[in-house]
């Protein structure tokens, strides 16, 4: 431990050629085109518990959890433990004409959390590859069963599914696709289910009904014959937290079950805790999809790993199908990665023993708290369910504008935030918050003071240049 808390400190004390090295020779996630390839990112040093520290020594709530994914927090020995203790024993093998035990033993015990019949898990390397998983899938199975027909994907504004290029042609973000190519042929379209930004007039029953006319619509209009699967996060993540009205999932997956038409129901952000169980689809919305995506939270981030479950059902249609030898053309190198499914394994017994119930126990809290975050003029509405939670900035709460004059006013939130001791997940003129699943209240309470601190220091920036006067 000591030697390796040494090394990290040799490391830190190269910071400045860090910066200067990722400019040169690294191209980071998201970039714009004026600054790819030529960009320094606040530098993380360490992370421990809820807390992350940068270079500078300024500890910081680690508010995102990474990305939605350091759910049973930073610096676990135990995690770190059992990786070397797998990668010592058997770091890989080939999952082409081999197999090993920790996949298959995590794969039954994901089953056993799984809602309906959802009993064989095919795992990948993260969220974007599951999702391409279960879609590749989704066209296999109606080529087997002499459907070549039914391949058309539903997808609805506000989703974020991945970067692969299948699994980012269903991705509904506003500037996401601006610039980007997608199989558009393939995607068919759906409103988002954001409450917060229904119609003007009409109530959340009526909106609720409105989303699901139209699904149906949609569907008769499109026909069934040719729509594969829907795809859908239970609540939208990267979208803003987007909590959908009561009711409308089971609405929806009850059309896709009269159709024909697969509901996978993407848990990469929302499986392994976020909502205070393994899996939200079954335990916190009641339904049961024909397959479930997952990731992030199924390793808590120590470890690239994600999954599709997929139900018996279809399995047992495959086997019996007249076509016993068509390939499912489909395998990662990474697939059931042992050193991945051995820490998921003991991720997972984390969360059995204390961490699940933790998160059901002080969400509420959570919750209660950001939402007092709504007296400041300059928030909308905060939103949110478990231990995801999104402060969302307009102009005015009448016209609910998303501040037209400053569209990046979640950074600013972030960057005054970062100076007290927050890091806070900016999306354009919102906050998201999601912090480990470990967090305790009083960590809570430091957190939302940080963040209104953050916000009333951006209200008075904004006024001072004269772009908003709320
Ligand atoms: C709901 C959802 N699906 C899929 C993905 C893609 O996962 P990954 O980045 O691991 O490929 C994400 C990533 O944030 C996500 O939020």
Not at 173 to 179: E, F, K
Not at 225 to 244: D, H, L, N, R, T
Request: proline content about 5%; overall charge negative; charged content about 25%.
């Amino acid at each position: 431990m000591a030697a390796a808390r040494d090394l990290r400190a040799m490391e830190m004390a190269g910071d400045d050629d860090a910066v200067e090295l990722a400019k040169r020779h690294l191209v980071q996630p998201w970039p714009y085109a004026g600054s790819v390839g030529n960009e320094a990112r606040a530098l993380i040093g360490e992370g421990d518990g809820i807390y992350i520290t940068d270079v500078t020594g300024k500890r910081l709530i680690d508010g995102p959890a990474g990305m939605w994914c350091i759910n049973v927090g930073h610096r676990r020995e135990e995690l770190a433990r059992v990786m070397y203790d797998q990668a010592m024993m058997l770091s890989y093998n080939t999952p082409w004409y081999t197999m090993n035990a920790p996949s298959a033993e995590l794969a039954k015990r994901i089953a056993d959390h799984a809602p309906g019949d959802l009993s064989h898990t095919f795992f990948t390397t993260g969220g974007s590859s599951a999702v391409e998983t279960a879609l590749r899938f989704m066209q296999f199975y109606n080529n087997v069963r002499g459907r070549p027909e039914k391949k058309l994907i539903l997808s609805r504004g506000g989703a974020y599914h991945g970067s692969t290029y299948l699994s980012a042609s269903l991705n509904g973000r506003p500037r996401d696709r601006d610039w980007m190519d997608g199989a558009d042929d393939l995607v068919v379209k759906l409103s988002s289910p954001d409450p917060f930004r229904r119609p003007k007039g009409i109530d959340i029953a009526a909106f609720t009904d409105f989303l699901v006319d139209q699904f149906r619509d949609t569907v008769a209009r499109v026909g069934p014959e040719k729509i594969g699967a829907f795809v859908g996060e239970p609540v939208q993540a990267s979208g803003g937290v987007v909590v959908p009205p009561d009711g409308y999932l089971k609405r929806i997956r009850e059309i896709c079950r009269d159709n024909d038409i697969l509901y996978i129901s993407d848990e990469v952000v929302t499986g392994f805790g976020r909502l205070g169980h393994v899996f939200a689809s079954g335990d916190a919305f009641g339904i049961d999809p024909d397959m479930i995506t997952f990731a992030k939270g199924v390793t808590s981030g120590y470890f690239p790993l994600g999954g599709v479950i997929i139900s018996e059902r279809l399995l047992q249609e495959m086997r019996r199908s007249n076509h016993p030898d068509a390939l499912f053309g489909h395998g990662l190198t990474y697939t059931s990665h042992p050193i991945g499914c051995a820490v998921a394994l003991k991720n997972l017994d984390i969360l059995e023993d204390g961490v699940l119930a933790h998160t059901r126990e002080v969400a509420p809290y959570f919750q209660a708290r950001l939402k007092t975050l709504e007296e400041l003029p300059l928030v909308g509405e905060v939103r949110g369910m478990g231990l995801m939670g999104c402060v969302e900035c307009v102009a005015d709460r009448e016209s609910k504008d998303p501040l037209q004059l400053d569209k990046d006013v979640g950074k600013r939130i972030d960057a005054h935030c970062h100076e007290l001791g927050l890091l806070v997940r900016p999306l354009i003129n919102m906050c998201v918050m999601s912090p480990p699943l470990i967090i305790t209240r009083a960590q809570i309470d430091d957190m939302v003071a940080i963040l209104r601190e953050g916000i009333s220091r951006t209200m008075d920036d904004l006024r001072k240049e004269g772009v908003w006067q709320g």
